[in-house]
């Protein structure tokens, strides 16, 4: 399986990033897919995370400003950041959550930095 991210870059605040996970070497059409992201000197956290035709599932502190989405037909799944604010800064990835574990091993993240 390989999970590649990219899209990330320097934005100001207030700015907006698309981000995109292009995979490989699953079903992705069954799989509940996520966004983590990972800050300096921070464990990496839940973002988002959505399975075909079922509700988007957000973090609290992305609420209301991020937007996952997926096209089973390209097996990629996006995230629009909009409103972005410093502590959004991180290496961004995605993965195929099992419950609350991920399944697969990490692939490569892409860089987000918020400047203020």
């Known amino acids: 399986v390989q999970l590649q991210a990219s899209g990330g870059g320097l934005v100001q605040a207030g700015g907006s990033l698309r981000l995109a996970c292009a995979t490989s070497?699953?079903?992705?059409?069954?799989?509940?897919m996520a966004w983590y992201r990972q800050a300096p000197g921070k464990q990496r956290e839940v973002v988002a995370s959505?399975?075909?035709?079922?509700?988007?599932e957000y973090a609290d502190f992305v609420k209301g400003r991020f937007t996952i989405s997926r096209d089973n037909a390209k097996n990629t799944v996006y995230l629009q950041m909009t409103s972005l604010k410093p502590e959004d800064t991180g290496v961004y990835y995605c993965?195929?959550?099992?419950?609350?574990?991920?399944?697969?091993?990490w692939g490569q993240g892409t860089q987000v930095t918020v400047s203020s």
């Open positions: 993965n195929s959550l099992l419950g609350q574990t991920v399944r697969y091993d």
């Open positions: 070497g699953l079903i992705f059409k069954s799989h509940r």
């Open positions: 959505i399975l075909s035709r079922e509700p988007a």
